[in-house]
């Protein structure tokens, strides 16, 4: 109890102090939390040499960051602690009754108490009261729903209360993803990792993936926020438009690669190899492409909790007798949901609506015009369709921006 007490009075000062002195604690997002994480990093590479799982470690350090992080910044603790019991218990129950039952309705039941957190924070922000926000609670959310839905499923059974915890408290993917998967994540913590291991793959990888983080979020993201984006002036003319869409879409990557690369690097030194985030995204063929590397982890879950189950269902149930109309109409719907997940404002579900749109036409063009089938082999082509995409790609982030409703 002394302990506990004196780590409650030591947090209190920490909120005080950040909150006076006007510092950034955000998670990556400045060098006061860097220094943080690295002296919270620091034992895990030890016990890593020493060849001693860091899953004790990695939950304490876990539960502290979260603290920082959320209370000490003033981002909703009590929030946070509420929706991590809440989960943990509808889960764990869940866990239970599947076992005796596959019933549908309680499988809809427990899948939208375990949504029901994040769709009340959603449609309070409407009016300014951001009920049960607190850091994360998006990331968070998509990873208890997929838990309801595996164990509906069969995928997952006798959930481990230790490592449920652990999976949902894990910090370096707290606040910004990638969003990971309970099964992974289990094999993971329960992998034996041998000295040579350690040294050889998580820790090397993990430096490396930090440094890129440092690389991509401190220095390229604020080079072209300071020197491109804000110079940009607001006058909406079309070369004001596209230059702060270009300076935009860069700044946009490189930012949000860099908390990826700081939350899978982090993640490495823990000794969980959390999946990518990005894969060269501006590189791609067209924009299903696209949604291969941008995101892949969000993508992923979309792709396979919503596009896929719509898919099928609208086949079951003969809602449309072709396969293509099916993949179309949850294309749209999926991209669609995913604008209202990022916001009930026009820009964002206008930017949902363009990307589902893309998709069936992109299908649609590579089934149905010759002229691709005849060239999407030649090396020509190929940059065409990438310099075509990355417009693409570019001007749908501009309608994220909001720019044209500003």
């Not at 009075?9 to 102090?17: E, G, N, V, Y």
């Not at 809809?108 to 922000?125: D, Q, R, T």
């Not at 823990?270 to 924009?287: A, D, E, Q, R, Y």
Request: aromatic share 20%; glycine share 6%.
């Amino acid at each position: 109890m002394e302990i506990f007490t004196f780590f409650l009075k030591a947090i209190r000062h920490l909120q005080s102090f950040v909150s006076l002195s006007g510092l950034d604690l955000s998670e990556y997002g400045s060098y006061l939390f860097l220094g943080l994480l690295l002296l919270v990093l620091l034992p895990a590479v030890i016990l890593g040499i020493l060849q001693i799982r860091s899953r004790i470690y990695g939950a304490l350090a876990s539960v502290g960051m979260s603290v920082i992080l959320i209370w000490a910044t003033k981002l909703g603790m009590r929030y946070f602690v509420f929706f991590v019991v809440f989960q943990m218990a509808l889960i764990l129950l869940y866990d239970v009754i599947r076992r005796r039952t596959a019933g549908r309705l309680l499988y809809y039941l427990f899948l939208l108490l375990s949504l029901a957190p994040l769709l009340v924070y959603k449609f309070s922000s409407l009016t300014g009261s951001n009920l049960l926000g607190f850091l994360g609670i998006s990331y968070l959310t998509f990873k208890t729903a997929a838990m309801i839905i595996e164990i509906y499923d069969g995928s997952i059974s006798n959930v481990n209360g230790f490592r449920l915890f652990y999976f949902l408290v894990f910090f370096p993917t707290l606040s910004s993803g990638p969003i990971d998967r309970y099964r992974r994540f289990e094999e993971d913590t329960e992998r034996k990792i041998s000295r040579h291991d350690y040294l050889t793959d998580y820790l090397p990888n993990g430096i490396r993936k930090i440094i890129m983080g440092i690389g991509y979020k401190f220095v390229l993201a604020y080079l072209i926020h300071t020197f491109w984006l804000v110079t940009i002036p607001s006058a909406h003319t079309f070369l004001n438009t596209m230059n702060y869409m270009y300076a935009y879409s860069f700044y946009l990557f490189f930012d949000f690669a860099g908390y990826s690369n700081f939350a899978i690097g982090a993640s490495y030194i823990l000794g969980v190899k959390t999946p990518p985030n990005f894969n060269m995204p501006f590189l791609s063929l067209n924009m299903k492409d696209f949604w291969t590397r941008w995101h892949i982890s969000l993508s992923k879950w979309f792709g396979d909790y919503l596009y896929s189950r719509l898919t099928l269902n609208f086949l079951r149930k003969k809602i449309f007798a072709d396969k293509h109309a099916a993949s179309y109409a949850a294309q749209i719907i999926t991209m669609l949901t995913m604008g209202f997940w990022h916001g009930f404002t026009v820009y964002y579900i206008l930017y949902g609506l363009y990307q589902g749109v893309l998709l069936v036409l992109t299908d649609i063009y590579e089934r149905k015009v010759p002229f691709h089938k005849k060239h999407k082999n030649r090396f020509g082509y190929q940059i065409a369709q990438v310099i075509i995409t990355f417009h693409l790609v570019c001007f749908g982030f501009l309608l994220f921006s909001g720019y044209f409703f500003n």
